[in-house]
């Protein structure tokens, strides 16, 4: 069992769950969780990776895979916590950008959801779709059209193929002041929690250092003007399925401007990643319908 993981990249298991048609790399390797400074390490495999559900079966081509061995913090963060079972970790990374920092940096595609064997035959466009309860791989025409998207910008410099920059996107804080900061929107499913990323000198008075939950926030991308994806939360809110949770439910990080939804927005929408095309979209979803 493993965690669909939109705001990293890569497959991250115990190394007690790697296959017997694994090939060892001898490479040593990790993994940093900037969301919380977790840090994964252990040795690198080449493995082919297999995606199950009721009556069908995918492959990828094998991919480099990292078999943890043992955890520990950046010390940071000081509320990480270490896994103390090891055989637990399960981290399935497939983001399209490098928000999680690494040992090295990989020269093949490392995502499994666009190492499809359908997809290097070109019988399958290479992209998802992630929905509260489900998970398609491969994206035809009608799937495009169903969705509001947004482009992404390219990377600078070398990059993978599924590689693209952060989304661009802006977000208010209606009750404390409504200036609006625009920067870059993720889409995390690997966290609870929201992150605002804003210089201290561009806080609100009275949220210096904190955002207390029942904060209202208000997010758009790529603007507030006809947006492909606009809403408004609470923070903590019990009673709205859309809004981050945790004690705090949101937290300021330094960078920005930036927000990351965290896994909550997935309740009201539906969540596209196109790589070839370097575009993610939104639906909203038959849930959250008015």
């Known amino acids: 069992t ?11 298991v115990a190394r007690t769950a790697i296959g017997s048609q694994a090939s060892a790399t001898g490479q040593k390797g990790w993994v940093e969780y900037t969301s919380n400074g977790l840090i994964l390490s252990g040795e690198y495999f080449l493995a082919p990776i297999s995606f ?32 103390t079972d090891i055989s637990h970790v399960g981290m399935l990374g497939v983001g399209y950008g490098n928000v999680a920092k690494t040992s090295d940096t990989p020269t093949t595609e490392v995502n499994p959801f666009l190492e499809l064997q359908a997809m290097q035959d070109g019988a399958a466009r290479r992209g998802y779709i992630l929905t509260q309860n489900a998970i398609t791989l491969g994206l035809g025409g009608n799937d495009l ?25 802006c977000f208010t804080l ?20 929201m992150i605002v990323g804003l210089d201290p000198a561009q806080r609100p008075p009275g949220l210096q250092d904190t955002i207390p939950n029942g904060t209202r926030i208000n997010i758009g991308l790529p603007t507030f003007t006809a947006p492909a994806l606009g809403y408004t939360v609470t923070t903590g809110a019990a009673d709205d399925a859309l809004a981050p949770q945790g004690n705090p439910a949101a937290r300021w990080a330094r960078s920005g401007p930036f927000v990351n939804t965290g896994r909550h927005l997935l309740a009201g ?11 993610i979209g939104f639906r909203q979803s038959s849930s959250h319908a008015p």
């Open 174 to 193: 209606p009750d404390n002041g409504n200036q609006t900061h625009c920067g870059a929107v993720r889409v995390d499913t690997g966290i609870g929690t």
């Open 52 to 83: 199950r559900t009721t009556g069908s079966t995918v492959d990828t081509l094998p991919l480099r895979v990292l078999g943890v061995e043992s955890s520990s913090c950046d010390t940071n963060y000081p509320q990480c916590t270490p896994e």
């Open 269 to 279: 929408y539906d969540y596209l990643f196109d790589a070839d095309t370097g575009h």
């Open 2 to 12: 493993v965690e669909v993981d939109t705001g990293s990249r890569g497959l991250v």
């Open 145 to 169: 059209a169903a969705f509001k998207q947004v482009t992404l910008p390219k990377p600078a410099g070398p990059a993978l193929p599924g590689s693209w920059g952060a989304a661009p996107g």
